[in-house]
Protein backbone atom coordinates (compact mmCIF):
# COMPACT_ATOMS: atom_id res chain seq x y z
CA UNK A 1 0.00 0.00 0.00
CA UNK A 2 1.37 3.36 -1.50
CA UNK A 3 2.11 5.08 2.06
CA UNK A 4 0.77 8.88 2.72
CA UNK A 5 3.06 11.58 2.62
CA UNK A 6 2.45 14.11 5.20
CA UNK A 7 2.64 17.21 2.13
CA UNK A 8 2.86 16.85 -1.28
CA UNK A 9 3.82 19.42 -3.84
CA UNK A 10 3.09 16.81 -6.55
CA UNK A 11 -0.46 18.03 -7.55
CA UNK A 12 0.40 21.56 -7.44
CA UNK A 13 3.59 21.34 -9.11
CA UNK A 14 1.73 19.66 -12.02
CA UNK A 15 -0.89 21.73 -12.39
CA UNK A 16 1.14 24.96 -12.53
CA UNK A 17 4.44 23.32 -14.05
CA UNK A 18 4.11 25.56 -17.09
CA UNK A 19 3.35 28.80 -15.38
CA UNK A 20 6.34 28.38 -13.15
CA UNK A 21 8.84 27.52 -15.63
CA UNK A 22 7.27 30.54 -17.58
CA UNK A 23 8.26 32.94 -14.33
CA UNK A 24 11.79 31.67 -14.69
CA UNK A 25 11.84 32.23 -18.41
CA UNK A 26 10.71 35.88 -18.16
CA UNK A 27 12.71 37.12 -14.93
CA UNK A 28 15.93 34.84 -16.80
CA UNK A 29 15.45 36.77 -20.26
CA UNK A 30 15.39 40.06 -18.57
CA UNK A 31 18.38 39.65 -16.57
CA UNK A 32 16.99 41.62 -13.69
CA UNK A 33 16.89 39.93 -10.25
CA UNK A 34 16.84 41.78 -7.25
CA UNK A 35 14.00 45.13 -7.12
CA UNK A 36 12.38 45.05 -10.40
CA UNK A 37 8.99 44.61 -12.08
CA UNK A 38 8.02 40.86 -10.45
CA UNK A 39 8.31 42.12 -7.24
CA UNK A 40 6.62 45.37 -7.74
CA UNK A 41 3.92 43.11 -9.23
CA UNK A 42 3.58 40.62 -6.57
CA UNK A 43 3.63 43.41 -3.71
CA UNK A 44 0.45 45.16 -5.50
CA UNK A 45 -1.59 42.09 -5.92
CA UNK A 46 -0.91 40.31 -2.74
CA UNK A 47 -1.74 43.97 -0.59
CA UNK A 48 -5.13 43.58 -2.43
CA UNK A 49 -5.37 39.81 -1.80
CA UNK A 50 -5.13 40.47 2.46
CA UNK A 51 -7.17 43.63 1.73
CA UNK A 52 -4.43 45.79 3.16
CA UNK A 53 -2.71 49.10 1.41
CA UNK A 54 0.83 48.45 1.04
CA UNK A 55 3.13 44.95 0.88
CA UNK A 56 6.75 45.02 1.87
CA UNK A 57 8.15 42.01 0.42
CA UNK A 58 11.31 40.40 2.34
CA UNK A 59 13.86 37.37 2.49
CA UNK A 60 11.84 35.46 4.72
CA UNK A 61 9.03 35.34 7.41
CA UNK A 62 11.05 36.02 9.96
CA UNK A 63 12.24 39.15 8.90
CA UNK A 64 9.05 40.08 8.07
CA UNK A 65 7.99 40.27 11.45
CA UNK A 66 11.41 42.10 12.32
CA UNK A 67 10.97 44.45 10.02
CA UNK A 68 7.66 45.18 10.85
CA UNK A 69 8.40 45.25 14.38
CA UNK A 70 11.22 48.02 13.77
CA UNK A 71 9.15 50.04 11.77
CA UNK A 72 6.96 50.17 14.71
CA UNK A 73 9.39 51.56 16.60
CA UNK A 74 10.06 48.42 18.93
CA UNK A 75 13.15 47.67 20.24
CA UNK A 76 15.71 47.93 23.25
CA UNK A 77 13.36 47.58 26.37
CA UNK A 78 10.26 47.41 25.45
CA UNK A 79 7.62 44.22 25.82
CA UNK A 80 5.66 42.05 23.10
CA UNK A 81 3.00 39.90 23.99
CA UNK A 82 3.34 36.47 22.29
CA UNK A 83 1.83 33.45 22.18
CA UNK A 84 3.61 30.29 24.07
CA UNK A 85 2.95 28.08 21.41
CA UNK A 86 4.14 28.68 18.29
CA UNK A 87 6.97 28.28 16.33
CA UNK A 88 10.29 29.77 17.84
CA UNK A 89 10.54 32.45 15.26
CA UNK A 90 8.01 34.87 16.22
CA UNK A 91 9.71 34.73 19.71
CA UNK A 92 13.17 34.97 17.90
CA UNK A 93 11.65 38.27 16.20
CA UNK A 94 11.09 40.34 18.96
CA UNK A 95 14.71 39.12 20.43
CA UNK A 96 16.49 40.32 17.05
CA UNK A 97 14.88 44.10 17.62
CA UNK A 98 16.44 43.89 21.05
CA UNK A 99 12.80 43.59 23.07
CA UNK A 100 11.88 41.05 25.45
CA UNK A 101 9.33 38.35 24.65
CA UNK A 102 6.30 37.84 27.00
CA UNK A 103 4.51 34.35 26.54
CA UNK A 104 0.70 33.76 27.44
CA UNK A 105 -0.21 30.29 27.21
CA UNK A 106 -2.87 29.16 24.69
CA UNK A 107 -6.78 28.23 24.18
CA UNK A 108 -6.28 24.21 24.41
CA UNK A 109 -9.27 24.21 22.16
CA UNK A 110 -7.56 26.35 19.11
CA UNK A 111 -3.80 26.27 19.90
CA UNK A 112 -4.28 30.23 19.49
CA UNK A 113 -2.85 32.52 22.09
CA UNK A 114 -6.30 32.86 25.27
CA UNK A 115 -7.20 36.32 25.35
CA UNK A 116 -8.06 36.38 28.44
CA UNK A 117 -4.78 35.69 29.66
CA UNK A 118 -3.23 38.96 27.73
CA UNK A 119 -4.27 41.85 30.71
CA UNK A 120 -2.19 39.75 33.05
CA UNK A 121 1.15 39.84 31.27
CA UNK A 122 0.88 43.64 30.49
CA UNK A 123 3.63 45.55 32.01
CA UNK A 124 5.23 48.96 31.99
CA UNK A 125 7.43 48.03 29.06
CA UNK A 126 4.54 46.23 26.75
CA UNK A 127 4.66 47.97 23.72
CA UNK A 128 2.74 44.99 21.23
CA UNK A 129 0.79 41.96 20.80
CA UNK A 130 1.91 39.53 18.39
CA UNK A 131 -0.88 36.88 17.88
CA UNK A 132 -0.16 33.81 16.01
CA UNK A 133 -2.68 32.43 13.19
CA UNK A 134 -1.55 29.27 13.84
CA UNK A 135 -2.33 26.25 11.26
CA UNK A 136 -4.06 28.99 9.42
CA UNK A 137 -6.84 29.53 11.93
CA UNK A 138 -7.00 32.85 12.83
CA UNK A 139 -6.89 34.15 16.24
CA UNK A 140 -9.46 35.61 18.02
CA UNK A 141 -8.53 39.19 16.98
CA UNK A 142 -11.28 41.19 18.27
CA UNK A 143 -10.66 40.81 21.69
CA UNK A 144 -6.95 40.96 21.05
CA UNK A 145 -7.76 44.66 19.49
CA UNK A 146 -9.54 45.68 21.94
CA UNK A 147 -7.17 45.46 24.50
CA UNK A 148 -4.41 47.00 22.54
CA UNK A 149 -6.60 50.24 21.64
CA UNK A 150 -7.40 50.40 25.58
CA UNK A 151 -3.75 50.52 26.11
CA UNK A 152 -2.24 52.17 23.13
CA UNK A 153 -0.32 48.98 21.77
CA UNK A 154 0.85 48.18 18.23
CA UNK A 155 -0.56 44.97 17.01
CA UNK A 156 1.59 42.74 14.48
CA UNK A 157 0.08 39.52 13.20
CA UNK A 158 2.14 36.54 12.70
CA UNK A 159 0.26 35.25 9.12
CA UNK A 160 2.95 33.21 8.67
CA UNK A 161 0.68 30.26 8.61
CA UNK A 162 -2.31 31.98 7.47
CA UNK A 163 -2.51 33.02 4.16
CA UNK A 164 -6.14 34.17 2.58
CA UNK A 165 -8.01 33.16 6.40
CA UNK A 166 -10.38 35.17 7.23
CA UNK A 167 -11.97 36.58 10.60
CA UNK A 168 -15.37 37.94 10.99
CA UNK A 169 -15.05 38.41 6.91
CA UNK A 170 -11.89 40.46 6.87
CA UNK A 171 -8.57 38.78 5.13
CA UNK A 172 -5.56 38.42 7.89
CA UNK A 173 -2.96 40.83 7.73
CA UNK A 174 -5.21 43.76 7.08
CA UNK A 175 -6.23 43.82 11.47
CA UNK A 176 -3.35 44.98 13.04
CA UNK A 177 -1.14 47.56 12.38
CA UNK A 178 1.18 45.49 10.18
CA UNK A 179 1.53 41.14 9.55
CA UNK A 180 4.32 39.41 8.39
CA UNK A 181 3.99 36.11 6.17
CA UNK A 182 6.26 33.54 5.04
CA UNK A 183 6.55 32.22 1.79
CA UNK A 184 8.49 29.33 2.58
CA UNK A 185 7.85 26.24 0.04
CA UNK A 186 5.47 24.31 2.36
CA UNK A 187 3.41 27.53 3.24
CA UNK A 188 -0.52 27.57 1.43
CA UNK A 189 0.73 30.04 -0.94
CA UNK A 190 4.86 28.68 -0.80
CA UNK A 191 7.89 30.23 -2.93
CA UNK A 192 10.68 27.63 -4.52
CA UNK A 193 13.01 28.97 -1.69
CA UNK A 194 12.73 31.45 1.55
CA UNK A 195 11.16 34.73 1.15
CA UNK A 196 8.28 36.48 2.77
CA UNK A 197 6.48 39.58 2.89
CA UNK A 198 4.85 42.26 5.65
CA UNK A 199 1.87 44.03 4.63
CA UNK A 200 0.03 47.41 6.77
CA UNK A 201 -2.24 49.85 6.43
CA UNK A 202 0.32 52.74 6.87
CA UNK A 203 2.29 54.21 3.62
CA UNK A 204 4.88 55.41 6.96
CA UNK A 205 5.22 51.58 7.98
CA UNK A 206 6.09 50.24 4.52
CA UNK A 207 8.18 53.13 3.67
CA UNK A 208 9.93 52.76 7.11
CA UNK A 209 9.89 48.54 6.45
CA UNK A 210 11.53 48.90 2.73
CA UNK A 211 14.15 50.96 4.13
CA UNK A 212 15.22 49.00 6.82
CA UNK A 213 15.34 45.99 4.52
CA UNK A 214 17.23 47.87 1.95
CA UNK A 215 20.25 48.82 3.87
CA UNK A 216 17.92 51.37 5.75
CA UNK A 217 18.35 53.18 2.20
CA UNK A 218 15.64 54.84 0.12
CA UNK A 219 17.94 56.26 -2.46
CA UNK A 220 21.34 54.13 -3.51
CA UNK A 221 24.35 54.95 -1.16
CA UNK A 222 22.00 57.16 1.46
CA UNK A 223 21.61 55.59 4.24
CA UNK A 224 18.81 56.86 6.90
CA UNK A 225 18.82 53.66 9.08
CA UNK A 226 21.77 50.76 9.99
CA UNK A 227 19.32 48.58 8.15
CA UNK A 228 19.58 45.15 6.55
CA UNK A 229 19.78 43.30 3.35
CA UNK A 230 16.45 41.34 2.93
CA UNK A 231 14.63 41.82 -0.08
CA UNK A 232 12.44 39.82 -2.13
CA UNK A 233 13.85 38.48 -4.89
CA UNK A 234 12.08 38.68 -8.87
CA UNK A 235 12.68 34.77 -8.88
CA UNK A 236 10.77 34.27 -5.79
CA UNK A 237 8.43 37.20 -6.54
CA UNK A 238 7.39 35.58 -9.95
CA UNK A 239 7.09 32.01 -8.67
CA UNK A 240 4.39 33.75 -6.43
CA UNK A 241 2.91 35.35 -9.03
CA UNK A 242 1.91 32.32 -10.87
CA UNK A 243 0.61 30.56 -7.65
CA UNK A 244 -1.54 33.11 -6.18
CA UNK A 245 -4.25 33.18 -8.79
CA UNK A 246 -4.60 29.72 -7.48
CA UNK A 247 -4.89 30.50 -3.76
CA UNK A 248 -8.40 30.36 -3.07
CA UNK A 249 -9.00 27.39 -4.68
CA UNK A 250 -6.53 25.26 -3.50
CA UNK A 251 -7.68 26.84 0.29
CA UNK A 252 -10.85 25.88 -0.56
CA UNK A 253 -9.71 22.34 -1.06
CA UNK A 254 -8.28 22.29 2.20
CA UNK A 255 -11.36 23.17 3.59
CA UNK A 256 -12.82 20.55 2.39
CA UNK A 257 -10.88 18.21 3.12
CA UNK A 258 -10.51 19.72 7.02
CA UNK A 259 -14.17 19.48 6.94
CA UNK A 260 -14.03 15.72 5.79
CA UNK A 261 -11.87 15.20 9.61
CA UNK A 262 -13.74 17.40 11.61
CA UNK A 263 -17.24 15.42 10.59
CA UNK A 264 -15.67 11.46 9.96
CA UNK A 265 -13.05 11.68 13.16
CA UNK A 266 -15.09 9.76 16.02
CA UNK A 267 -12.62 8.46 18.60
CA UNK A 268 -13.23 9.53 21.89
CA UNK A 269 -9.52 9.20 22.54
CA UNK A 270 -8.45 12.03 19.57
CA UNK A 271 -9.82 16.01 20.44
CA UNK A 272 -10.37 17.34 17.46
CA UNK A 273 -9.33 21.26 16.46
CA UNK A 274 -12.19 23.89 17.71
CA UNK A 275 -13.15 26.41 14.92
CA UNK A 276 -14.19 29.94 16.50
CA UNK A 277 -17.16 31.79 15.57
CA UNK A 278 -16.78 33.30 12.17
CA UNK A 279 -13.67 32.54 10.52
CA UNK A 280 -12.70 30.90 7.57
CA UNK A 281 -9.23 29.21 8.47
CA UNK A 282 -7.06 27.88 5.76
CA UNK A 283 -5.78 24.60 7.59
CA UNK A 284 -1.82 24.98 6.60
CA UNK A 285 -1.91 22.48 9.24
CA UNK A 286 -4.77 19.78 10.76
CA UNK A 287 -3.77 19.37 14.40
CA UNK A 288 -5.62 16.86 16.56
CA UNK A 289 -4.43 15.99 20.28
CA UNK A 290 -4.36 12.66 22.03
CA UNK A 291 -2.93 12.05 25.32
CA UNK A 292 -1.17 8.35 24.25
CA UNK A 293 0.51 10.32 21.39
CA UNK A 294 3.56 8.09 20.52
CA UNK A 295 0.78 4.56 20.54
CA UNK A 296 -1.17 6.99 18.07
CA UNK A 297 1.27 8.20 15.75
CA UNK A 298 2.95 4.37 15.81
CA UNK A 299 0.01 3.30 14.83
CA UNK A 300 -0.61 5.85 11.66
CA UNK A 301 3.11 4.79 10.83
CA UNK A 302 2.16 0.99 10.61
CA UNK A 303 -0.95 1.94 8.28
CA UNK A 304 1.56 3.68 6.31
CA UNK A 305 0.55 7.53 7.16
CA UNK A 306 3.25 9.94 8.03
CA UNK A 307 2.42 12.82 10.56
CA UNK A 308 4.50 15.59 11.88
CA UNK A 309 4.29 17.00 15.65
CA UNK A 310 4.03 20.73 16.13
CA UNK A 311 5.89 22.31 18.43
CA UNK A 312 7.26 19.11 20.62
CA UNK A 313 9.24 22.02 23.08
CA UNK A 314 7.50 24.69 23.99
CA UNK A 315 9.58 27.80 23.70
CA UNK A 316 10.21 28.19 27.13
CA UNK A 317 11.50 25.32 27.52
CA UNK A 318 14.38 25.76 25.02
CA UNK A 319 17.68 26.20 25.28
CA UNK A 320 17.40 29.59 23.41
CA UNK A 321 15.38 30.86 26.03
CA UNK A 322 17.09 29.62 29.09
CA UNK A 323 17.81 33.09 29.81
CA UNK A 324 13.83 33.72 30.60
CA UNK A 325 14.17 31.71 33.84
CA UNK A 326 11.01 29.62 32.92
CA UNK A 327 10.80 26.12 34.03
CA UNK A 328 8.50 23.12 33.53
CA UNK A 329 4.77 23.98 34.46
CA UNK A 330 4.82 27.85 33.99
CA UNK A 331 2.98 27.53 30.99
CA UNK A 332 1.02 24.63 31.36
CA UNK A 333 -0.85 24.25 28.31
CA UNK A 334 1.30 24.67 25.88
CA UNK A 335 3.35 22.17 27.25
CA UNK A 336 0.24 19.74 27.13
CA UNK A 337 0.01 20.97 23.83
CA UNK A 338 3.53 20.24 23.15
CA UNK A 339 3.24 16.65 24.32
CA UNK A 340 -0.30 15.70 22.63
CA UNK A 341 -0.63 17.37 19.49
CA UNK A 342 0.02 15.09 16.14
CA UNK A 343 -0.36 17.16 12.92
CA UNK A 344 -1.91 14.58 10.60
CA UNK A 345 -1.65 15.22 6.45
CA UNK A 346 -3.09 18.03 4.59
CA UNK A 347 -2.38 19.29 1.66
CA UNK A 348 -4.04 19.94 -1.83
CA UNK A 349 -4.20 17.23 -3.73
CA UNK A 350 -5.05 14.41 -1.05
CA UNK A 351 -6.89 12.16 -2.56
CA UNK A 352 -10.46 11.13 -0.87
CA UNK A 353 -9.60 7.42 -1.13
CA UNK A 354 -6.48 8.57 1.27
CA UNK A 355 -8.29 11.18 3.27
CA UNK A 356 -10.48 7.79 4.12
CA UNK A 357 -7.51 5.91 5.07
CA UNK A 358 -6.44 8.48 7.57
CA UNK A 359 -10.14 8.82 9.30
CA UNK A 360 -10.29 4.79 9.41
CA UNK A 361 -6.55 4.37 11.04
CA UNK A 362 -7.86 7.71 13.32
CA UNK A 363 -10.95 5.94 14.01
CA UNK A 364 -9.80 2.51 15.01
CA UNK A 365 -6.98 3.51 17.21
CA UNK A 366 -7.93 2.03 20.38
CA UNK A 367 -4.39 2.87 22.61
Not at 314 to 329: D, E, K, R, S, V
Amino acid sequence: MERIPFVSFKAIEAELDDALRDAFARVYERSWYIRGEEGERFEALFADYCEADHCVGCGNGLDSLVLALRALGIGEGDEVIVPANTYIATALAVSYVGATPVLVDPDIRTFNIDPHLIKPAISKRTKAIMPVHLYGQPADMGPIMDIAREHGFHVIEDAAQAHGATYHGRRVGSIGDAAGFSFYPGKNLGALGDAGALTTGSVKVSEHARMLGNYGSAEKYHHVHQGVNSRLDELQAAFLLAKLPHLDRMNEERRRIASRYLAEIDNPRIELPHVIDDVEPVWHVFGIRCRDRDALDSHLDDRGIATNRHYPIPIHLQQAYAGLGFGLGDYPVAEELSSTELSIPMFYGLADAQVDRVVEALNSFRG
